[in-house]
């Protein structure tokens, strides 16, 4: 009998703060990123620093690789620009996540926003 072969076991414990910035430091989807920041800045402008992403989302460019989404946000966050402020129902069929509770923002800082 043959072994079946385990993938998963062979790949080194993830580290998921280098993927995120290996993803959100992708030169090939700056452009994305730009567009995803902007969508983000614009509505915490019109709602005194609120960002709800289901707000975010229609602004985003349908060119706008999905993947860079999350990961843009993380890097916000992790730059202390966003911080968590709650939670919302997702409005998001396309994607589908409609109906589960989805993390809401708030601008802590605008000043220099790298995307």
Known sequence: MVEQ???LAAIPKRDTAAILRLIA???LHQRDREAVVEAIL???DEND???D???VRPRIPA???PKVVGPTYSSLRAAKVIAA???V???DAKGGNAGRWVRRYRLVQRGEVAA
Do not use: H, T
């Open 5 to 7: 072969l385990d993938l």
């Open 25 to 27: 430091g992708d030169p």
């Open 42 to 44: 614009d509505v915490a």
């Open 49 to 51: 620093g609120a960002i």
């Open 53 to 55: 992403p289901n707000l």
């Open 63 to 65: 060119w706008v690789y």
């Open 85 to 87: 402020d709650g939670f």
């Open 89 to 91: 129902i997702s409005d």
